[in-house]
T-cell receptor, first 111, second 114 residues
Framework: QQPVQSPQAVILREGEDAVINCSSS?????VHWYRQKHGEAPVFLMI?????EQKGHDKISASFNEKKQQSSLYLTASQLSYSGTYFC????????????FGPGTSLSVIP | DAGITQSPRYKITETGRQVTLMCHQT?????MFWYRQDLGHGLRLIYY???????DKGEVPDGYVVSRSKTENFPLTLESATRSQTSVYFC?????????????FGPGTRLTVL
């Protein structure tokens, strides 16, 4: 039931772009995205509620394709501060109060 | 201070002992959650609560007990700790209105069971 995230890990140089994908086998109501820096708690990035809707947070944006049960996180012109582990958290249509997080994608931005 | 706090931040215990991890939030959020985080597994939901006196199981509830007598507190008890329960535990809260709300995470408790 846990969603699949890809890639598992990625290393970028400052200024490069990255895409993190999240897919679920279940029909989705929404998708949450969080970032966790090493040794810290996860921090909310954004929630996507509607199919195809894109939201943005600084130079980080995301899309949600409800029909394909997929979401993608786009990091543009990456900065050192983007380093961390990114978790998607799909919320199933059958359970409005539970978010099942994916295993995470480790992203490292180097100078 | 406002926010969500967890105590203790670090705990070492022995197999078979009872351990209680505390979680306190000052926002009066209706929903509270307990997750464990292990390498390779991400964040796994243990239990959650929609309101005081309402709790429900998550993905990995075995070996854990929760209670919520007050809105602001959501303690997690390991009745008889096992080595497999060595993990980092995060508490979170949310005001949850139709799935559009953020979960706010506490700083975590690192638990080691010897």
């Amino acid at each position: 039931q846990q969603p699949v995230q890809s890639p598992q890990a990625v290393i970028l140089r400052e200024g490069e772009d990255a895409v993190i994908n999240c897919s679920s086998s279940k029909a989705l109501y929404s998708v949450h995205w969080y970032r966790q820096k090493h040794g810290e708690a996860p921090v909310f990035l954004m929630i996507l509620l509607k199919g195809g809707e894109q939201k943005g947070h600084d130079k980080i944006s995301a899309s949600f394709n409800e029909k394909k049960q997929q979401s993608s996180l786009y990091l543009t012109a990456s900065q050192l501060s983007y380093s961390g582990t990114y978790f998607c958290g799909p919320q199933m249509k059958t359970s409005y109060d539970k978010v099942i997080f994916g295993p995470g994608t480790s992203l490292s931005v180097i100078p | 201070d406002a926010g969500i706090t967890q105590s203790p931040r670090y705990k070492i215990t022995e197999t078979g002992r009872q351990v209680t991890l505390m979680c306190h939030q000052t926002w009066s959020h209706s929903y509270m959650f307990w997750y464990r985080q292990d390498l390779g597994h991400g964040l796994r939901l243990i239990y959650y609560s929609a309101a005081a006196d309402i709790t429900d199981k998550g993905e990995v509830p075995d070996g854990y007990v929760v209670s919520r007598s007050k809105t602001e507190n959501f303690p997690l008890t390991l009745e008889s700790a096992t080595r497999s329960q060595t993990s980092v535990y995060f508490c979170a809260s949310s005001d949850w209105s139709g799935g559009a709300d953020t979960q706010y995470f506490g700083p975590g408790t690192r638990l080691t069971v010897l």
